[in-house]
């Protein structure tokens, strides 16, 4: 018999952080890097030759990243991107092979913030679906690839647990053959695979060998399967759940949604140990796949999420040969024009500012300790006002 559980959802807006909640002897006494005393540390480490400088990872979506070009774009700034899975393999194949072969001088270009390995060489994730996904996997990986991201909107299934545990295992049998050779210093790819939104989903992919999980069903801005599917959970109450096992387990979390301003982002990874994924927020930017249109001084981008219609009849209209577009399958996804931000550079510094005032304002120094001291409070209806309170001429 179904049940109902009465146990309000929150959602990443509706919670705010506590100052001072930090060790006080080791607080920082600025958020301003250009500060000799700045001493803040927002960077990620998701394993050996993978440490990105800041949490920000750019959504597998085609509005948001497609080329080589597009990548380094990202990269450079610090954001790890996932170059999505829609294309063609061998398509896919050779972004690897070409974003693999770059190598990012950050003193010369004066790129201090850039993504990449300590040979320069970018960081980035490539994305395989479902099917095929074991082949398509190695055939990355074997290209070039750091990583790869394990993507399904529903990653409870079990032959979704199947290919994370079959990828584990194949990567896990080329580090063997690596080490019997010579001592690895790069370490072996890295398995994200998701998506999930409770303790149980992260505890089947952890056990089926996944390094990160990737945390959000119908947070994101394109995503519409809260509305049209009626499934979801809250993204905050998701990642408070979520972070409980990835600690019982052993694994990392991304959040992936519901973080559409600078300020959320503290939020999420105030539980999220790896990272937090954005989808819109990095379509809008100038450098982006994502088509743009001006008028009346008015700058937009083009914005759908994957399980979309538009998408799904983009996709049939693009690759014939892989995909067909049947309009009475149900749209998990909205599309639309959203407002552009502004340059790579510029939106992802104004995200790290705002995670260092976050730190500076809890009273810590990193990360790790911004999880274990952070305090979060639920915002009642006027608090949200005064949360939200400006100015009626600010457009």
């Not at 146990?7 to 100052?19: A, E, G, K």
């Not at 999505?84 to 003193?107: C, G, N, T, W, Y």
């Amino acid at each position: 018999m179904a049940s109902i559980e009465y146990r309000p959802l929150l959602t990443i807006d509706q919670l705010v952080l506590r100052p001072g909640t930090g060790p006080t002897e080791n607080a920082p006494n600025t958020a301003n890097p250009d500060n000799p005393e700045f001493n803040l540390d927002i960077s990620i480490h998701h394993g050996l030759d993978f440490i990105a400088p800041t949490p920000w990872v750019v959504s597998n979506m085609e509005t948001t990243v497609e080329t080589p070009e597009q990548a380094i774009a990202f990269a450079q700034y610090g954001a790890i991107p996932v170059i999505h899975q829609f294309m063609p393999i061998e398509q896919r194949v050779e972004i690897a092979r070409a974003l693999s072969e770059v190598v990012i001088d950050k003193e010369k270009l004066n790129l201090p913030w850039a993504a990449t390995k300590a040979d320069g060489r970018p960081l980035f994730i490539m994305a395989v679906g479902y099917r095929d996904a074991v082949t398509h996997a190695k055939a990355l990986i074997n290209a070039g690839a750091p990583g790869i991201r394990l993507d399904s909107a529903n990653g409870y299934t079990p032959g979704f647990r199947s290919k994370v545990a079959d990828i584990a295992k194949w990567r896990q049998e080329q580090e063997d053959q690596i080490k019997e050779i010579q001592d690895s210093a790069q370490g072996i790819a890295q398995l994200w695979a998701g998506n999930v939104a409770t303790g149980d989903g992260v505890m089947r992919l952890a056990e089926a060998g996944a390094d990160t999980v990737l945390i959000g069903i119908g947070s994101g801005t394109g995503c519409g399967t809260a509305k049209f599917i009626r499934v979801h959970m809250a993204q905050a109450s998701a990642l408070d759940e979520c972070a409980l096992a990835a600690k019982q387990y052993g694994v990392g979390i991304i959040a992936d949604g519901g973080v559409r301003e600078p300020g959320f982002g503290g939020i999420a990874l105030a539980f999220a140990n790896r990272g937090v994924m954005m989808g819109s927020t990095f379509a809008a930017t100038k450098e982006s796949a994502a088509p743009k249109r001006s008028f009346d001084d008015c700058h937009q981008a083009e914005y759908y999420g994957s399980a979309s219609e538009e998408a799904r009849f983009r996709r049939a209209q693009k690759y014939p040969n892989h995909y067909t577009y049947d309009d009475s399958d149900p749209p998990e996804g909205f599309n639309g024009w959203i407002p552009v931000r502004g340059r790579v550079k510029d939106v992802i510094a104004n995200f790290n500012r705002t995670l260092m005032e976050q730190l500076y304002y809890v009273g810590v120094n990193n990360l790790a300790d911004f999880r274990k001291y952070a305090v979060l409070h639920v915002l009642s209806t006027e608090a949200q006002r005064e949360v939200d309170k400006g100015f009626i001429n600010n457009q």
